[in-house]
């Protein structure tokens, strides 16, 4: 398949390798956040670690969508449900999530609540015109990637004119995440990450410059990736290079997609619908400023969290749950003492074994019985 199978050839992929085993000064240790989980997902799926030498190190980061959902949000949307007897409509992965009392989206369906997968949330707009005497609620979450649909379906509720929609948002956004990290420690500069893969897709629509500021300020460098394997080993190689001539820059992987300017039209689409929340609690992170959105209040009539006067309660995560850690690169899933245990992605035990873009998901499916 054209722009698949020519970034997942093995040859290259082996000179790659080469490359970086030449490049890696046996001196140090090259400690890269792999920002996104679909790198993670990447990384574990193509056994790209293997072909790593040991002192570059691959260290997962909080980029995937449902893991940093926290427990409070799921409840919210549960409550939606069961309580306010709207049709809720979501993405697949989010109806896994565990929430408070063992329950999930999943289970809060199957005992009865009008809980709908969608594959798009335009489906949620047409079951909306298809039910005039229901509400429709799309429990909207991910990072920037997918927060132009959402303003998108918006504006059409807007042009429609439609009385029984409305969004509930949990939309967040990578580069204060990234801040987040390096703020973590009281000196930035002793935060024990080197650089990062910085995710595609986000950046074929925000574009290679908001990080800019953050590579001036933190002196990381980040390099702009693809999700295929010859992507993700060619970032790696690009970090490698910079860290040893002690250059830390924006360079950016992803030609094929991502300009430095990014999607102007859906930027402009989004900054018409959404404002910045001043603080929002992520799974792992907790409250962090300014990182994620909110609907503008010309669209008031769309947001759920108004209509239905949604107030958020932070929910601790399960006990014996890493997840927390994990989402800050402090500890693996192997590291869990239910991972592969009590935890499966059968029967997810915490948000990072839901979606395959979890780290602990990805790590349980192709690499559980070696040591990483
Ligand atoms: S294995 Fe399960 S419980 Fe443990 S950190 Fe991962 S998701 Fe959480």
């Given at each position: ?42 990384i574990s799926r193509y056994?790209?670690?293997d072909l790593l030498p ?319």
């Amino acid at each position: 398949m054209k722009y698949v199978d020519e970034f997942r050839d093995g040859e290259l992929a082996r000179a790659l390798a080469n490359a970086i085993a030449k490049a890696a000064d046996p001196a140090r240790t090259y400690r890269l956040m792999e920002f996104c989980g679909g790198h993670t997902h990447a990384i574990s799926r193509y056994g790209l670690l293997d072909l790593l030498p040991p002192n570059v190190r691959m260290i997962h980061g909080p980029g995937c969508p449902v893991c940093v959902l926290p427990i409070g949000r799921i409840d919210s949307a549960i409550a939606l449900a069961t309580q306010h007897d709207v049709i809720l409509c979501t993405y697949a992965d989010t109806m896994r999530v565990p929430a408070s009392g063992g329950l999930s989206l999943f289970k809060a369906k199957a005992q009865g609540a009008d809980i709908r997968m969608v594959y798009s949330c335009d489906d949620a707009l047409r079951i909306a015109q298809e039910n005039p005497s229901r509400e429709v609620v799309f429990f909207a979450i991910g990072f920037e990637t997918t927060t132009p649909p959402t303003a998108a379906i918006i504006l059409q509720a807007a042009r429609l004119n439609l009385t029984n929609f409305s969004v509930f948002c949990n939309h967040v956004l990578t580069p204060a995440a990234m801040v987040h990290i390096m703020e973590s420690e009281q000196d930035p500069a002793a935060v024990a990450i080197d650089g990062f893969v910085g995710p595609a897709h986000v950046s074929t629509v925000i574009g290679s410059a908001p990080y800019e500021a953050f590579v001036a300020r933190y002196q990381r460098p980040v390099v702009i990736a693809g999700f295929e394997p010859l992507d993700v080993i060619q970032s790696i190689l690009m970090l490698v290079l910079q860290i040893n001539e002690g250059r830390a820059e924006v360079e950016n992987e992803f030609t094929r997609a991502v300009t430095r300017e990014g999607n102007r039209k859906a930027q402009a689409m989004c900054g018409q619908v959404f404002e910045m929340r001043e603080s929002f609690d992520w799974r792992g992170l907790g409250e962090v400023p300014y990182s994620a959105l909110k609907i503008r209040p010309e669209f008031a009539q769309f947001d759920a969290e108004l209509r239905y006067q949604i107030a958020y309660l932070q929910v601790p995560d399960h006990k014996a749950c890493e997840c927390a850690a994990i989402l800050r690169g402090h500890k693996r899933p192997t590291d869990c003492k239910v991972f592969g245990t009590v935890c499966t992605p059968d029967h997810p035990i915490g948000a990072c074994m839901v979606s395959s873009e979890g780290a602990c998901a990805a790590h349980y499916t192709y690499g559980r019985f070696r040591v990483v």
